[in-house]
């Protein structure tokens, strides 16, 4: 196995513990990366984690993170994924992107399963160019507990995706830009409401020319998941 149990034993915060380390190198344009996480098992990770940063060029240590629960399972190399979202399915346990489109990486490490149907939450940093570190989102992370695990981020069109349901027949695809001081702002809404059981009520909204246009049509639901 690739990864290297550590001893002796670690200490974080109040717990001691031995750890399981993995180094990835292709995971970050701007970082090599460490994690040493509590326990794996069976090709599963979980528990108290920090997540090394070093520098590329330097290979310098640039900044540790750290995750309550960093949960994730081990490829066929025996390592961890990266940079994976996909709705229903696998959630690398670090995403790096520039989420705020500022042109500076940052990055997003999964705490545990706290989003939606116990799917996957992340704590999201975003790198401070004044400070010259990841510094904590409150925002950014709030929108990675509040959904369907990790949002998807639409670097063309500036947008952050995310995914919200209630049961089989209700669905809400949201997106949202960042404006400089001001943050998140909501753009676009899709709203799938199939409750009825035989058509599926859509509803799309969205925010052009300062104002919200909101369109409306119904299909009967054969048809139109057949197209979707």
Known sequence: MSY?????????????????QFELKDVSKNYDVKINVENCENNECSGKATVELFDKKTSKKFQTLS?????????????????????????????FDDFNFDGM????????????????????????ITKKQLVPSEELTLLAHENLGMFNTDSERKRLITYSKSGCCWHLTTEYTVLPQRGLFKVYELEEDATGGEKVKVTKKEFIDDKWITNIKEYPINEYYKEN
Do not use: W
Not at 4 to 20: D, E, R, T, W, Y
Not at 71 to 87: A, C, W
Not at 105 to 128: K, P
């Open 105 to 128: 990486e940052d990055m997003a490490i999964r705490n545990g399963n706290e989003s939606s149907y116990g799917g996957s939450s992340y704590d999201v940093y975003v790198f401070n």
């Open 67 to 95: 995750s309550d629960d960093l949960t994730f399972y081990l490829n066929e190399d025996q390592k961890p994924t990266s940079n994976i979202i996909q709705l229903y399915n696998e959630q690398s346990p670090l995403i």
């Open 4 to 20: 290297k149990l550590l001893l002796p034993i670690l200490l974080m915060g109040n717990l001691c513990f031995a750890q399981h």
